[in-house]
């Protein structure tokens, strides 16, 4: 399996303890230990008793859905809001879009350089300095971002219209996107430069300016 912590793949080991039963079901909590970052694994089962057929009905822990690690690049304030948002995309996408909004603004406001202004005028802002994509991925945001904090009401129905999983988790993909530019890129270039004035430097050679 993939390790829903370090996503690593491992062969975890489990010990099951019974915490209650039904008319049918048996219901167990099922622990194992990752063996490559040592984080705790815990799912419920539930035990068919007719058959003895077995199935995971939730994980209990991590809650969060899996994600590649938050690049140690990112800011800490920066990558606590992206984890939090991870943590209740299952539980609420409405509260991980906002919290999503929330460390996309921190996000601009610190490395993007915009002006403080709402949210959808500071993506505005710094569009035109983003690759292609990237800026696409932004304007996608813009167009859905006010669902998750102010209730829209369809036009055509009068219904409050809910945030999709699909669309907060499209904010965590761009959002990971976005680390990559402006915090994971620039700090290779830099330590690749750095390495090679080092060898320039050894050679008795002028360092890049």
């Not at 705790?40 to 077995?54: A, M």
């Not at 859905?144 to 993909?173: R, Y």
């Amino acid at each position: 399996m993939i390790c829903p912590h370090c996503l690593v793949g491992i062969k975890l080991e489990t010990r099951g303890i019974q915490v209650g039963e039904d008319n049918e079901w048996n219901w167990i909590v099922r622990h194992g230990i990752c063996p490559e970052c040592n984080a705790s694994i815990l799912y419920l089962h539930r035990l068919y008793r007719t058959t003895g057929v077995s199935s995971v009905v939730s994980m209990i822990n991590p809650k969060g859905v899996s994600r590649a690690r938050i690049p140690a690049e990112v800011p800490a304030d920066i990558a606590e809001d992206f984890k939090e948002a991870c943590l209740v995309l299952r539980d609420s996408p409405k509260a991980s879009a906002a919290l999503s909004r929330r460390c996309l603004q921190h996000l601009l406001r610190t490395a993007g350089g915009v002006k403080p202004r709402d949210l959808s005028a500071e993506i505005e802002q710094v569009m035109p300095k983003l690759p292609g994509d990237l800026a696409g991925a932004l304007d996608a945001i813009r167009h859905i971002g006010n669902f998750a904090t102010h209730p829209i009401k369809s036009t055509s129905t009068g219904e409050i219209v809910p945030v999709d999983p699909e669309e907060a988790e499209w904010q965590l993909d761009t959002l990971e996107q976005l680390f990559e530019y402006y915090f994971v890129r620039p700090a290779k270039l830099k330590a690749q430069r750095e390495a090679l004035n080092k060898k320039l430097i050894d050679a008795g050679k002028p360092p890049l300016k």
